[in-house]
């Protein structure tokens, strides 16, 4: 085909043609910094273990939120259960994964006979034990962080759900709070919200004893990944839809790179958000499998 002949033919046929010719040379590269956590790494180390011994293993809630690799897991023989059917088990095998548990789920182990996997991350537990100790000693608590996610749910436990969980400081406008409050965080919680909750609490006139409570390795995430999305023309985040760490992940990636695109699989993928000989970067969540980042790039240098 010659290029004078470029304008006999359609639109699709240009793009094959450029691409052929190479001008579709996308550079694709992963952030070395992405992908799962030390927490997320245990929980499926564990679960993997048990599941080459036994064939099978019961995790109460998504082991991680991210649907590929609980869908590689449960080809394995991982099987999602959920609180009200862990009443309904006996004398088995149940992971607890790594956004911890409220203490009513190891009361109901106890009483089922129920052996407990935990591989609860140690920030958490170590969050958790902070929210107990506060509580025991009367301290009104509230928590930053996202309503009905696992690891608020168990933090809320240690209070006998008495602390306050929000996750916009808005929530907190019509509300008739004490005097003196003692705030932390979810885990995986942006740390310039969290500050900036904490100076409009202080700037409101209560009484703060603000807790830093972010996990150092999500926070990290929070200073690299600006770095690492201005090198690139483009950047595709990979994550799943339900994590929490991912979205706040994916807006610090969108802030300093506009052109930043937010896929959970390959399929989500597509032509239009690509031009020749783009630079591509592509990061995820802590809970984002590395071997799912290496799919979505190959799929993009077959684009």
């Known amino acids: 085909m010659k290029l004078e002949s470029i304008g006999e033919i359609g639109v699709y046929e240009i793009r094959v043609y450029l691409c052929i010719m190479g001008a579709y040379n996308l550079k694709v590269t992963i952030d070395q910094d992405s992908g799962f956590c030390f927490g997320v790494v245990y929980a499926i180390d564990m679960a993997e273990e048990i599941l080459a011994q036994d064939g099978y293993l019961y995790c109460l809630g998504d082991i991680v939120h991210n649907d590929e690799e609980v869908e590689r897991l449960k080809a394995l023989g991982l099987r999602i259960i959920e609180h009200t059917e862990l009443k309904d088990l006996r004398n088995e095998k149940v992971l607890i994964r790594a956004h911890g548990e409220a203490p009513d789920t190891y009361r109901t182990a106890l009483e089922n006979n129920i052996t407990l996997i935990d ?7 170590k969050l ?17 962080g996202k309503h009905g996610h696992a690891e608020v749910v168990g933090l809320q436990g240690q209070t006998n759900n008495e602390a306050l969980v929000f996750q916009d400081i808005a929530e907190l406008d019509n509300m008739e709070l004490p005097q003196n409050i003692t705030l932390y965080s979810q885990t995986t919680k942006s740390m310039e919200k969290f500050y900036n909750v904490k100076d409009e609490l202080i700037a409101r006139g209560y ?4 807790n830093d409570t972010i ?15 201005t090198r ?16 706040v992940l994916f807006e610090v990636c969108r802030k300093h790179n506009p052109n930043t695109y937010f896929i959970s699989s390959t399929d989500e993928l597509e032509l239009s958000m690509f031009s020749p ?10 809970s984002t499998p590395l071997w799912l980042m290496e799919q979505v790039k190959a799929a993009i240098e077959q684009l």
């Open 232 to 247: 690139f023309d483009k950047i595709v985040f990979v994550s799943g839809k339900k994590s929490s760490n991912g979205k």
């Open 128 to 144: 958790q034990n902070r929210i107990k100790t506060s509580f025991d000693q009367n301290e009104k608590i509230l928590i930053f």
């Open 215 to 229: 996990c150092r390795q999500v926070s990290n995430r929070d200073k690299d990944l600006p770095k690492f999305a």
């Open 119 to 125: 591989a609860s991350c140690p920030v958490v537990l």
């Open 207 to 210: 009484n703060l004893k603000a």
């Open 277 to 286: 000989n783009d630079t591509v970067g592509i990061a995820g969540a802590t």
